[in-house]
């Protein structure tokens, strides 16, 4: 094993280190790369898998068959980085970052090597990773976490050599519900286990009330209200079912479909300042709190929610660019500031769209606002129109002010990008009654006179004149 420490380069940006070859990391090594020059600035990047600037929320759409390559998810090859003069490492994990000397030790994941590598400026885009509980059985043969494109080409080769057609999914967010779709289009019997009340936690139970009978209506069969104990193996040490406290589910096939948390765990050991949620803390430059060299971003950081103004965890492949955008520019002696989010997310359930911003009913009593909420059914074009379909939309406003706090849409075709509306509303301050006003554009082939957003605004409205 060698241990070898890499000087300065001596040039005049000196040299950049990223930590996390995806979306965050390399969005920040390539605006730093476009402002700065190789002369100006060297810039390293680590990866431990084999893959860099991929899509991992195409990858549900990869294992169901709709994405019919895996490459068709790659936005950027290394190679392609390595022909901008970025020295991309793959399969390269980074084991230890030592602030106080401005460097970090990387293992070659294949022959064990270690070596130093110095830095002048660091980005952290560590990710997130799939929450694997502590579980008897947890890591046996056919359970599987999907966040990599890696992850996502283990789950394939398992599902190419299993001969049962049982499948298991463990939680019923985005992913898992994502998951257990692409399942059923594999061929699979599929049975999601959510320890919640309805799936999607994202939003609230009664609109996810909706995503239930949807997944059903696809034939997934979904054990709500209750948490897996115990995965049990056959005399092949390979995952045979899935346990709970009374009842127990066959499988040939685990998927995790839990969440995530911040991979962390190398900041936190060096000593960088972590939130509530697990994330590393940065100012709205991205730059890490009380380290003047060290930037963070994509999935293992915390943001700030502007409608609640706490930090939250929100992981997604929109907000890890942006942070990069961010990120490179501030490094290429440039300003930019990343100011929040609202949390807005979409997704689909076969034609069920999915959608949310804002903050749920259980947010907004976290966060100490009284509140009054409306939901309204309408439909996606003119009803007299052929091809309208149905679609519900509830509303939440803050009670006297009638600021829009959230909104939440659940509806086939047209449905889901109707939520932009209202994230835009939601980053701007309206309240409900403001919304009314909006003029929004209108023929009968994409919505009725009055939108469906537009009709929630209404009633919210109302509701906000009850309370006064």
Same mark, same amino acid.
């Given at each position: 094993?060698?241990?070898?420490?890499?000087?300065?380069?001596?040039?005049?940006?000196?040299?950049?280190?990223?930590?996390?070859?995806?979306?965050?990391?390399?969005?920040?090594?390539?605006?730093?790369?476009?402002?700065?020059?190789?002369?100006?600035?060297?810039?390293?990047?680590?990866?431990?898998?084999?893959?860099?600037?991929?899509?991992?929320?195409?990858?549900? &759409?990869?294992?169901?068959?709709?994405?019919?390559?895996?490459?068709?998810? $790659?936005? =950027?090859? %290394?190679?392609?980085?390595?022909?901008?003069?970025?020295?991309?490492?793959?399969?390269?994990?980074?084991?230890?970052?030592?602030?106080?000397?401005?460097?970090?030790?990387?293992?070659?994941?294949?022959?064990?090597?270690?070596?130093?590598?110095?830095? /002048?400026?660091?980005?952290?885009?560590?990710?997130?990773?799939?929450?694997? %509980?502590?579980?008897?059985?947890?890591?046996?043969?056919?359970?599987?976490?999907?966040?990599?494109?890696?992850?996502?080409?283990?789950?394939?080769?398992?599902?190419?050599?299993?001969?049962? =057609?049982?499948?298991?999914?463990?939680?019923?967010?985005?992913?898992?519900?994502?998951?257990?779709?692409?399942?059923?289009?594999?061929?699979?019997?599929?049975?999601?286990?959510?320890?919640?009340?309805?799936?999607?936690?994202?939003?609230? %139970?009664?609109?996810?009330?909706?995503?239930?009978?949807?997944?059903?209506?696809?034939?997934?069969?979904?054990?709500?209200?209750?948490?897996?104990?115990?995965?049990?193996?056959?005399?092949?040490?390979?995952? =045979?079912?899935?346990?709970?406290?009374?009842?127990?589910?066959?499988?040939?096939?685990?998927?995790?479909?839990?969440?995530?948390?911040?991979?962390?765990?190398?900041?936190?050991?060096?000593?960088?300042?972590?939130?509530?949620?697990?994330?590393?803390?940065?100012?709205? !430059?991205?730059?890490?709190?009380?380290?003047?060299? $060290?930037?963070?971003?994509?999935?293992?950081?915390?943001?700030? /929610?502007?409608?609640?103004?706490?930090?939250?965890?929100?992981?997604?492949?929109?907000?890890?660019?942006?942070?990069?955008?961010?990120?490179?520019?501030?490094?290429?002696?440039?300003?930019?500031?990343? %100011?929040?989010?609202?949390?807005?997310?979409?997704?689909?359930?076969?034609?069920?769209?999915?959608?949310?911003?804002?903050?749920?009913?259980?947010?907004?009593?976290?966060?100490?606002?009284?509140?009054?909420?409306?939901? $309204?059914?309408?439909?996606?074009?003119?009803? &007299?129109?052929?091809?309208?379909?149905?679609?519900?939309?509830?509303?939440?406003?803050?009670?006297?002010?009638?600021?829009?706090?959230?909104?939440?849409?659940?509806? =086939?075709?047209? !449905?889901?990008?109707?939520?932009?509306?209202?994230?835009?509303?939601?980053?701007?301050?309206?309240?409900?009654?403001?919304?009314?006003?909006?003029?929004?554009?209108?023929?009968?082939?994409?919505?009725?006179?009055?939108?469906?957003?537009?009709?929630?605004?209404?009633?919210?409205?109302?509701?906000?004149?009850?309370?006064?």
């Amino acid at each position: 094993m060698s241990m070898s420490a890499a000087s300065g380069t001596g040039r005049a940006g000196g040299r950049l280190v990223v930590i996390g070859g995806d979306a965050a990391g390399m969005s920040a090594a390539s605006q730093a790369r476009r402002l700065k020059g190789p002369d100006e600035l060297e810039i390293v990047a680590f990866e431990r898998g084999h893959f860099s600037s991929y899509s991992a929320c195409g990858i549900p &759409y990869w294992v169901g068959g709709d994405v019919t390559d895996r490459d068709q998810l $790659i936005a =950027r090859t %290394p190679e392609e980085h390595r022909a901008r003069d970025i020295d991309l490492r793959t399969r390269t994990e980074v084991t230890e970052i030592d602030v106080a000397g401005g460097r970090v030790r990387a293992r070659d994941v294949d022959s064990g090597a270690e070596s130093w590598t110095s830095y /002048d400026k660091l980005v952290i885009a560590t990710g997130a990773r799939p929450i694997r %509980p502590a579980l008897p059985g947890v890591d046996a043969p056919g359970v599987h976490g999907v966040q990599t494109l890696d992850d996502g080409q283990a789950l394939l080769d398992t599902l190419a050599h299993t001969r049962g =057609r049982r499948a298991v999914v463990v939680g019923a967010g985005y992913i898992g519900v994502e998951m257990a779709e692409a399942l059923i289009k594999r061929g699979y019997e599929v049975t999601v286990v959510n320890r919640g009340r309805e799936p999607m936690s994202t939003l609230d %139970p009664d609109m996810g009330r909706m995503v239930h009978e949807a997944m059903e209506g696809l034939g997934i069969t979904m054990v709500n209200g209750t948490e897996v104990t115990e995965v049990l193996t056959g005399d092949d040490g390979r995952v =045979r079912a899935v346990a709970t406290e009374d009842a127990e589910f066959p499988a040939d096939v685990v998927v995790l479909g839990i969440g995530v948390r911040p991979e962390t765990a190398l900041a936190e050991a060096a000593g960088l300042p972590l939130g509530a949620h697990g994330g590393l803390l940065t100012d709205r !430059a991205l730059r890490v709190r009380g380290h003047e060299d $060290i930037w963070a971003g994509g999935d293992c950081v915390e943001v700030l /929610d502007l409608v609640s103004g706490q930090e939250r965890h929100i992981p997604l492949g929109t907000h890890a660019n942006k942070h990069g955008q961010v990120i490179g520019t501030n490094l290429g002696d440039g300003y930019a500031t990343f %100011p929040g989010v609202v949390g807005t997310a979409v997704s689909k359930v076969c034609d069920l769209e999915i959608a949310r911003t804002g903050l749920r009913e259980k947010d907004a009593l976290r966060a100490g606002l009284r509140f009054v909420t409306a939901t $309204i059914e309408s439909t996606s074009r003119a009803g &007299y129109y052929p091809g309208a379909s149905s679609m519900t939309v509830k509303m939440l406003a803050e009670q006297r002010t009638g600021r829009l706090l959230g909104v939440q849409i659940v509806g =086939r075709e047209g !449905a889901g990008k109707r939520v932009d509306v209202a994230a835009v509303a939601l980053t701007a301050g309206m309240t409900v009654e403001q919304m009314t006003a909006l003029d929004l554009g209108y023929a009968p082939p994409f919505s009725p006179v009055w939108d469906p957003v537009l009709v929630a605004a209404r009633k919210a409205t109302r509701a906000v004149g009850q309370q006064a």
